[in-house]
């Protein structure tokens, strides 16, 4: 029922209408307040009716993911005291269709999206994840011993004895192996690196993977020197590649590693979620990184190894964002990447 004072003002606006009937001029009036008033005051977001969600990918073959995904937006409920809902997607184009819409909340993803996603003021980096010991990895340049180049990557203390310039340049006018364009330790940043010193290569064979890479150069005749992931791990020291090559960790020698410019999976929080909202979210998070219980289930959920949770700022990505613009590579041609 519209109230009594809106219900005169509407007759009173009506009779001032030149043209239009007293009766038309009044039910457009009435209309448009009732209109107005029927409009419901948005819920808070965190509410029961108005929950925060979380959106992320996940596989269909993970089993696990669901329950313990359910797990975990409770256990961020109870900490934080707002309502939680998982909102899982098939794929990283669908994500991303959510997060121009700001239908989710906060959102789980990988290194390039992440900074895709930045660029567009669609979310702001929150945590980054510690994947297998690391928070980040990097890249090494490998090269067979028969090459002949100078090691500038001292094994024994696990540190660099020069700079890029210095390291690399030993490499001007050689073929390299890369394993694919869309990698960012086997192309994306050894190139970029490259590029950034001014080192100019023949063209590369891509070898598609790290363990072809490495076989690439042991055998020699395909490529020069070449790239892989590093910090993370070695794929020298894999079983694949050891019980075939046994002694290519003396054949096959890293010349120089970057440091750890590759961030791992990483939250973000949508302009919706506001400064009491993120302050209280990132707290809950904090907590949950020291409860193993929960970080088991956010494993789970992502299908992706979480040791550990800490803060970061879309700086974190800076050096990343750089290699992709020397390389002039557009973070949106890499979506789930």
């Known amino acids: 029922m519209i109230p009594a004072l809106l219900l005169s003002l509407v007759l009173l606006t009506a009779g ?6 007293h009766k038309e001029s009044t039910q457009t009036a009435v209309a448009r307040i009732t209109q107005a008033a029927a ?55 669908t994500l991303m269709t959510s997060l121009y819409n700001e239908q989710v909340h906060m ?10 996603v930045q660029e567009n003021g669609l979310a702001e980096a929150a945590l ?20 002949g180049a100078t090691l500038y990557f001292n094994p024994v203390t696990n540190s660099n004895t020069a700079d890029p310039v210095t390291a690399l340049g030993q490499f001007a006018g050689l073929r390299p192996c890369w394993t694919e364009p869309e990698s960012l330790a086997g192309y994306i940043i050894p190139a970029g690196i490259l590029s950034q010193i001014g080192v100019i290569t023949q063209p590369a064979v891509w070898s598609q993977t790290s363990s072809a890479v490495i076989r ?9 020197f070449g790239a892989t992931f590093a910090i993370s791990g070695d794929p020298r020291t894999s079983s694949e590649i050891l019980n075939d090559l046994p002694d290519v960790m003396s054949k096959v020698v890293v010349i120089w590693r970057s440091d750890a410019i590759i961030p791992n ?14 302050k209280a979210l990132s707290a809950a998070w904090m907590e949950i990184d ?10 789970s959920m992502l299908d992706y190894d979480v040791q550990a949770l800490r803060p970061i700022t879309n700086s974190y990505f800076d050096a990343l964002r750089t290699y992709l613009d020397i390389l002039q590579i557009d973070p949106q041609s890499l979506i789930g990447k």
């Open 107 to 116: 959102v789980w993803l990988p290194p390039v999206t992440a900074v895709a």
């Open 39 to 93: 409009t419901p005051t948005p819920l808070p977001l965190g509410s029961q009716g108005n929950p925060l969600r979380m959106g992320y990918v996940i596989d269909p073959a993970n089993a696990d993911s669901p329950l313990a995904g359910a797990n975990l937006a409770a256990r961020l409920g109870e900490l934080t005291g707002y309502s939680v809902e998982l909102a899982p997607h098939a794929d990283y184009i």
């Open 128 to 147: 980054i994840v510690n994947h297998f010991g690391v928070y980040a990895y990097g890249t090494q340049y490998l090269a067979n011993v028969s090459l």
């Open 265 to 278: 999976m990483s939250l973000s929080f949508t302009p919706p979620v506001d400064e009491k909202l993120a």
């Open 216 to 224: 690439s150069l042991y055998v020699e005749g395909v490529c020069d």
């Open 290 to 299: 020291q409860q193993p219980e929960s970080l088991a289930w956010l494993s």
């Open 16 to 21: 001032c209408t030149d043209g239009v009937s």
